[in-house]
């Protein structure tokens, strides 16, 4: 009939979508730190050692600083060559759950032991690491 009215609906449609991922994919961002768990994290970071070997500040210890800004880049090394990851949750939680599978190349000569943690405490960790990522983007 009125291909240009047939249009309009879409586009009205299509921004109502756009809108709405829009809305729900920050809210699951948000929701993506369980507070709850992160404070526990806090508490594991010392009280388990990572505080020993890593800084939460910039200072390089034995192992890299982790205040790394979540979605930055970061070069590693596996399997003996070099690949550049997103410094994100899912490789902090493998970091921690298995730290010989890479390594940031700045480290490469260092070993992180394999910590024994329940998957509970790495979650915990895990969290506690991506809260505190992601107060750092915020200036
Ligand atoms: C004996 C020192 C040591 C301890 C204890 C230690 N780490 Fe590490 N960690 C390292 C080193 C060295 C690296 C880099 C080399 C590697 O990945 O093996 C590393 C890498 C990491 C990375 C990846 C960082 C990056 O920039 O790529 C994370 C995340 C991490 N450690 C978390 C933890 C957590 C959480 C704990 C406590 C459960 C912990 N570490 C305990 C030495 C340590």
């Known amino acids: 009939m009125y291909p240009s009215k047939r249009n309009n609906t879409k586009t009205v449609y299509f921004v109502f979508l756009f ?7 920050c809210k699951n961002s948000e929701e993506k730190i369980n507070f709850k768990k992160a404070q526990k994290g806090q508490e594991l970071f010392t009280s388990v050692g990572c505080a020993t070997c890593h800084s939460l500040s910039g200072a390089k210890f034995y192992g890299p600083s982790l205040n790394k800004i979540l979605g930055t880049k970061t ?3 596996r399997n ?3 690949y550049t990851v997103f410094f994100d949750e899912n490789y ?3 970091s921690i759950i298995d730290p010989d599978f890479e390594k940031p190349i700045l480290f490469k000569s260092k070993k ?3 910590p024994s ?3 509970f405490e790495v979650d915990c960790l895990t969290n ?3 809260s ?3 107060t750092s983007t915020k200036h």
């Open 19 to 25: 809108v709405s991922s829009l809305f729900f994919g």
């Open 75 to 77: 070069k590693v090394i």
């Open 80 to 82: 003996h060559k070099e």
């Open 92 to 94: 902090i939680k493998k």
């Open 112 to 114: 992180m032991p394999k």
């Open 117 to 119: 943690l329940t998957t």
């Open 128 to 130: 506690y690491l991506v």
């Open 132 to 134: 505190i990522n992601k």
